[in-house]
């Protein structure tokens, strides 16, 4: 099992890396606050660095101190990446909120929620004209 996962682990790793990189790098590129901007160079920083750790990884057959650090820059990345998300989705409601505050606009709207019509209202009239 261990040694399947020693195949497979580096091409999921580089798609996470991808993935990542990709992520960050929006957030760097639409956001003007600029705690989100610092939350994206936190997380593609960090995304590179780590890959950089697994090459070593690779390069010097594992060691132990190597395996540990390569733990840790992932604990690290993994706490940046919601850091990150936490702070992009604070940002994105307090904007929609100011947003539909401005406008006069509904908060339900602000949010995405859709308004639909009620089926209380429509059977209501159906029942009054039988």
Not at 1 to 30: D, E, K, N, T
Not at 31 to 56: C, N, P, W
Request: no cysteine.
């Amino acid at each position: 099992m261990l040694l399947r996962l020693r195949v497979v682990h580096p091409a999921i790793a580089v798609a996470g890396a991808i993935y990542l990189i990709v992520l960050s790098w929006r957030v760097l590129r639409r956001t003007e606050t600029e705690e989100t901007k610092a939350a994206g160079r936190r997380v593609f920083s960090l995304t590179i660095l780590q890959v950089a750790a697994g090459a070593v990884n690779l390069g010097l057959l594992a060691p132990l101190p190597m395996q540990m650090s390569h733990l840790l820059i992932a604990d690290v990345l993994w706490i940046a990446v919601v850091l990150m998300v936490t702070e992009v989705t604070a940002t994105e409601s307090i904007r929609h909120g100011a947003e539909a505050a401005a406008g006069g606009g509904d908060m339900e709207l602000a949010i995405g929620l859709e308004r639909r019509p009620t089926e209380r209202g429509s059977s209501a009239r159906h029942s009054s004209a039988s």
